[in-house]
């Protein structure tokens, strides 16, 4: 039987393209037809104008991008690469269906004059109907979300992709057949981000420790809370940075990420007791006494306060709560700590887990050994954050990073270096407190921070340093692809400079070291708090 629609196509003169008259292609296009009639048939009270209205936002990607412009001012990294992983696959969905499909098969779009006015609140495509270009976008961000970002946050932004999908069947505007396709193409092309920048998992895996206790008070009694003035201080108006005392007297300037930190702690555990640290104090001596008179030691700054925090709770065996405020975070993060929120919640469930610690043993002075949580750097790397730290109070962060890697490339040459006693010329060397999990010269995610490894990534060169070849596989993620390139994980690694003392960036510090060192581990020698439950659903430890 003719479909209502499949006859006004009739009347208007339109025959389905050859490829769709024959064989199965014949049958799917008259059940497409069917279903699309099905559609237009149905009185979906309330949503007659919100649909067109919805299908219309989404023109050119509009609704997706200012989704992800609004992710991306969110403080929480899981949500900013979100929104980059959902915009990147757009930008590979969108021209897979309107420069390719839609010109290989060439469907017409559905005839409209039986479907309600009321919804017909759209301008008449006149591109091809197969696929449908907004459901590829909306599934291709929908995924690349999911891919990324927590459930409370990827369910609905799912839920509008599939309303922004129907609507294109609501309005008249595609078939079934199209929209499905869309989706499809909008899903693959997410999913295949991961082929050069791999998904990361929202926690570390860190293993539970059930036989220890630590005491937990509702008002927080017990904790005291080092501050570093200085992690994530934004710039004042006049482009400086700007101090506690500035803040304190209203300064015109944006509130930092650790005073923002403090004022949730103080809400939240008004007993606890915090401790400022001035730009000119001992550091290592403030975070000493701290720990000697707390029940729990909690920091407030970025990886280098972590580091420091964690030598002081490893010396009194206190436990460490991490509370993020630096730029990056790497280790907070890593435990699914992203805001001063989750640290809070982090505590009152009292879940504590082991973590290993990366330790650094200059040779002939077992006593002054240094240690790391998450990587210690060597060669073009510890160049690169030394000029960074020159630049960032001119530059601010961000800018400092970008001229000090195009400095660095330029003018750093490879470092004479006996690595396990043998030579080798290190272009630039990465030392991971266990196995990250992406590919490159410095990765930034761990599946594990208990799992007893270093892991070890270098890149050596000959007489000639490949710079623009390492630029481009750094650039892209993929610098195993060089032939300098080497990778190993190990228990020790041992480093000699014939030349003199070594420099390494531990945690993003550097440090003047002797010319010979080792580095090794102390397996599940730190408790840490944990998030009670994981960020995808399941436990935060096993």
């Given amino acids: 039987m003719e479909s209502r629609y499949a006859a006004a196509e009739r009347r208007a003169g339109r025959r389905p393209p050859a490829l769709y008259r024959r064989g199965p292609l014949r049958r799917l296009g008259r059940l497409d037809r069917w279903a699309f009639d099905q559609v237009a048939a149905a009185r979906l009270p309330g949503l007659e104008v919100v649909l067109p209205r919805l299908s219309r936002l989404a023109d050119h990607g509009v609704l997706w991008f200012t989704t992800a412009g609004v992710l991306g001012l969110t403080r929480r990294a899981r949500l900013r690469r979100a929104a980059l992983r959902g915009s990147i696959a757009i930008a590979v969905a969108s021209p897979a269906v309107n420069l390719l499909g839609k010109h290989a098969f060439r469907r017409a779009r559905p005839v409209v004059d039986l479907v309600p006015p009321i919804r017909i609140r759209w301008r008449l495509p006149t591109s091809h109907a197969f696929p449908s270009g907004h459901s590829a976008s909306a599934a291709a961000f929908a995924t690349g979300v999911a891919m990324e970002a927590p459930r409370a946050v990827a369910v609905p932004v799912a839920v509008t992709a599939g309303a922004v999908a129907f609507a294109r069947i609501y309005t008249g505007a595609h078939y079934p057949g199209d929209v499905l396709a869309g989706l499809g193409i909008g899903a693959a092309a997410a999913l295949g981000t991961r082929l050069v920048w791999p998904a990361r998992p929202p926690v570390a895996h860190v293993t539970r420790t059930a036989t220890e206790k630590v005491m937990i008070t509702g008002d927080g ?50 007993a606890a007791r915090i401790v400022w640290l001035d730009p000119d104090e001992d550091v290592d001596k403030a975070l000493a006494e701290a720990a000697e008179q707390a029940e729990v030691l909690a920091v407030i700054g970025g990886d280098g306060t972590v580091n420091a925090g964690a030598r002081a709770a490893l010396a009194r065996d206190v436990p460490l709560l991490t509370i993020p405020a630096g730029t990056f975070d790497h280790f907070a993060r890593a435990l699914g700590i992203e805001t001063a929120v989750d640290a809070i919640a982090a505590y009152r469930g009292g879940r504590l887990g082991r ?188």
């Fill in 221 to 270: 009694q017990g904790v005291v809370v080092v501050v570093n003035a200085g992690s994530g201080t934004t710039a004042t108006q006049e482009g400086g940075t700007a101090s506690r005392d500035e803040e304190q007297a209203g300064a015109p300037l944006l509130r930092s990420s650790a005073q923002a930190a403090v004022d949730v702690v103080a809400r939240e555990l008004p």
């Fill in 355 to 542: 973590v290993d610690v990366g330790v650094i043993v200059p040779e002939g002075d077992a006593e002054q050994e240094m240690i790391f949580l998450n990587t210690a750097g060597l060669g073009a790397y510890t160049e690169l954050v030394e000029r960074r730290e020159r630049l960032e109070g001119r530059l601010g962060k961000w800018p400092a990073m970008v001229v000090a890697a195009a400095r660095t490339l330029r003018r750093s040459e490879p470092v004479p270096l006996l690595v396990n006693g043998r030579p080798r010329r290190v272009w630039t060397a990465f030392v991971g407190n266990c196995r990250y999990g992406s590919r490159g010269p410095a990765p930034t995610w761990r599946g594990h921070l208990d799992d007893g490894r270093l892991d070890i990534r270098m890149v050596t060169a000959g007489e000639r340093v490949p710079r623009l070849a390492a630029l481009a596989a750094a650039l892209a993620g993929h610098l195993h692809l060089m032939p300098g390139y080497r990778s190993w994980d190990d228990g020790t690694l041992e480093l000699a400079a014939p030349e003199g003392g070594l420099r390494v960036a531990r945690d993003g510090e550097l440090t003047a070291l002797p010319a010979a060192i080792r580095i090794t581990k102390r397996p599940g020698a730190l408790a840490v708090f944990c998030p009670t439950v994981r960020r995808g659903g399941s436990g935060a430890g096993r």
